[in-house]
C-alpha cells in the first residue's frame, strides 16, 4: 500500500473498486463462456471468484458500513439519502451472491442441467451490473461528498476504525 493510500482511507477504498471492476470483467467473460459449454475449469474459475467475493469484497463492505457511513452519515440524511441506497444494494448483492453460489454448487454436481446453466448466468449478470453501477455511484457521489466534508481528524477516526476492522478479521 503507497503513503498517500495509508493516509486516506477513501482512496483505499477505491483501490479496493479498481480491483474488484477487474474481477467483475473476468466473472463477465467466465459467465460467456459458460454460455458456450459448461466445462469444470470455468466452474472452478467462477469459485474462486465466489471466494474473493467472499473474503475482501465481504471486507470492503463492512469497511463501507462500519466506518465510513457511520462518519458520513453527520453530513447526509440516514433515511432515503446516498448511505441508505448504497446500504440497500448491499443487502441485494449479498442475496446474489448467496443465489449464485447456491447454483453454481448445484451445476457443479449437475453440469447437464441447461435449468441451472440459465440461472446462473442470469444472476451472475445481475451481479455483474449491480456491482458495476454501485461503484460508480459510490466513486461519483459518496466519495466526493466525504472527501468534501470530512475533516482530517475524521479522516484519521475512519482510518483507525478500518484497520480495527481489519485486524479483527484477521485474528479470527
Ligand atoms: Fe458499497
Ligand atoms: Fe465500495
Redesign the pocket.
Known amino acids: 500500500m503507497n503513503t498517500e493510500a495509508r493516509e486516506n482511507p477513501l482512496l483505499r477504498?477505491?483501490n479496493?473498486?479498481e480491483e474488484?471492476l477487474e474481477v467483475l470483467a473476468k466473472l463477465k467473460s467466465d459467465l460467456t463462456d459458460v454460455e458456450r459449454k459448461v466445462e469444470m475449469g470455468v466452474l472452478s474459475r467462477l469459485k474462486n471468484i465466489c471466494q474473493y467475493f467472499e473474503q475482501p469484497v465481504n471486507l470492503?463492505?463492512r469497511?463501507?458500513e462500519e466506518a465510513l457511513f457511520p462518519i458520513l452519515g453527520q453530513y447526509l440524511p440516514r433515511e432515503g439519502g446516498p448511505i441508505a441506497v448504497?446500504l440497500y444494494e448491499h443487502s441485494v448483492y449479498r442475496e446474489f451472491l448467496k443465489e449464485f453460489e447456491e447454483t453454481l454448487l448445484l451445476l457443479r454436481r449437475v453440469p447437464e442441467s441447461m435449468a441451472l446453466r440459465d440461472r446462473l448466468l442470469y444472476i451472475g449478470r445481475e451481479l455483474v451490473q449491480l456491482l458495476t453501477g454501485?461503484?460508480h455511484k459510490?466513486?461519483r457521489i459518496?466519495f466526493v461528498l466525504a472527501n468534501l466534508n470530512l475533516t482530517l481528524s475524521q479522516k484519521n477516526e475512519m482510518l483507525f476504525q478500518m484497520e480495527r476492522i481489519q485486524n479483527a478479521e484477521v485474528a479470527i
Open positions: 477504498l477505491s479496493d473498486h474488484v470492503h463492505i469497511l463501507e448504497m454501485h461503484i459510490e466513486e459518496l
